[in-house]
Nanobody, 121 residues
Framework: QVQLVESGGGLVQPGGSLRLSCAASGSIFSINAMGWYRQAPGKQRELVAAFPSGGSTNYADSVKGRFTISRDNAKNTVYLQMNSLKPEDTAVYYC???????????????WGQGNLVTVSS
């Protein structure tokens, strides 16, 4: 089995910063992709930033220049550094990880539990 544990998030004033973390653990053979999505009230879940499988880093246009995705392969952890936060960044943020498990080899796509980020004065 594979588990994802998210941390970070909370309440921050406009212009402030937060960092989210998502650690994968368990029967992991390899990690194919890691990323962050968000869902604001009344809106669909959208991609924020990702390390796709075999591709370059992707960012939503709305966060380019403000958010940075990074990863620590030794810890199977992905981070999202969020700077210059705006009220419109308020949402529940979810990590998304695609892994191949140890034998029997299986491809799994997992979602974190979600963390609320609220940007408000």
């Amino acid at each position: 089995q594979v588990q994802l544990v998210e941390s970070g998030g909370g309440l921050v004033q406009p212009g402030g910063s937060l960092r989210l973390s998502c650690a994968a653990s368990g029967s992991i053979f390899s990690i194919n992709a890691m990323g962050w999505y968000r869902q604001a009230p009344g809106k669909q879940r959208e991609l924020v930033a990702a390390f796709p499988s075999g591709g370059s880093t992707n960012y939503a246009d709305s966060v380019k220049g403000r958010f940075t995705i990074s990863r620590d392969n030794a810890k199977n952890t992905v981070y999202l550094q969020m700077n210059s936060l705006k009220p419109e960044d308020t949402a529940v943020y979810y990590c998304n990880v695609a892994v191949v498990t140890t034998q029997p080899y299986r491809y799994l796509e997992l979602w974190g539990q979600g963390n609320l980020v609220t940007v408000s004065s």
